[in-house]
T-cell receptor
Framework: GDSVTQMEGPVTLSEEAFLTINCTYT??????LFWYVQYPGEGLQLLLK?????DKGSNKGFEATYRKETTSFHLEKGSVQVSDSAVYFC???????????FGAGTTVTVRA | NAGVMQNPRHLVRRRGQEARLRCSPM?????VYWYRQLPEEGLKFMVY????????ESGMPKERFSAEFPKEGPSILRIQQVVRGDSAAYFC??????????????FGPGTRLTVL
């Protein structure tokens, strides 16, 4: 079945550092790929998405590119802020499928 | 605009008791999804409901678990005779309509169930 593997945390960074969270997937066909973020005490929010190969999703300074050849969707941000401290989840859904499959989540802490 | 509401946020039960988890979708949303996150794992799909209908319960354990989304009121996930292995975070999500290829589901903050 479909699955997502993402980089284990926790990750601790200083402000303005570069952030990368690796995500790879296994799926049949051409899934849609997502990054969700969960801030403390809140629900998961969609951060960005990509629906086909070579698409780049971007939002709030974060980017991720759908790489079919490496089955990856790594999340990057060039300069993190303390407010980026959260848990980040990589997820996928199959074509015409409402079920989301999630990675285990990566906890990111940014120190001032 | 209130988001997806879940209550309680934390629930403690002893083995053998019942757990009831509630989810109020966003206003105007008629589709509800439940996911479970076991420790050190990603969220796993459990069930998809529309008003008064269970559409897909392929991720639900066959016994002790049930879900409903009545015409009025919140969606309920019910776990009977809880066991320690049921300890997890349970997330509810809602969406306004079923969309293929791009499926934005809006999530609640989750209910953390602890079974003693």
């Amino acid at each position: 079945g479909d699955s997502v593997t993402q980089m284990e945390g926790p990750v601790t960074l200083s402000e303005e550092a570069f952030l990368t969270i690796n995500c790879t997937y296994t799926a049949t066909g051409y899934p849609s790929l997502f990054w969700y973020v969960q801030y403390p005490g809140e629900g998961l929010q969609l951060l960005l998405k990509a629906t086909k190969a070579d698409d780049k999703g971007s939002n709030k300074g974060f980017e991720a590119t759908y790489r079919k050849e490496t089955t990856s969707f790594h999340l990057e941000k060039g300069s993190v802020q303390v407010s980026d401290s959260a848990v980040y989840f990589c997820a996928l859904s199959g074509p015409d499928d409402y079920k989301l499959s999630f990675g285990a989540g990566t906890t990111v802490t940014v120190r001032a | 605009n209130a988001g997806v509401m879940q209550n309680p946020r934390h629930l403690v039960r002893r083995r053998g008791q019942e757990a009831r988890l509630r989810c109020s979708p966003m206003k105007g949303h008629s589709h509800v999804y439940w996911y479970r996150q076991l420790p050190e794992e990603g969220l796993k799909f459990m069930v998809y409901l529309q008003k008064e209908n269970i559409i897909d319960e392929s991720g639900m354990p066959k016994e002790r678990f049930s879900a409903e989304f009545p015409k009025e009121g919140p969606s309920i996930l019910r776990i009977q005779q809880v066991v320690r292995g049921d300890s997890a975070a349970y997330f509810c999500a809602s969406s306004p309509t079923l969309q293929s290829s791009y499926n934005e589901q809006f999530f609640g903050p989750g209910t953390r169930l602890t079974v003693l």
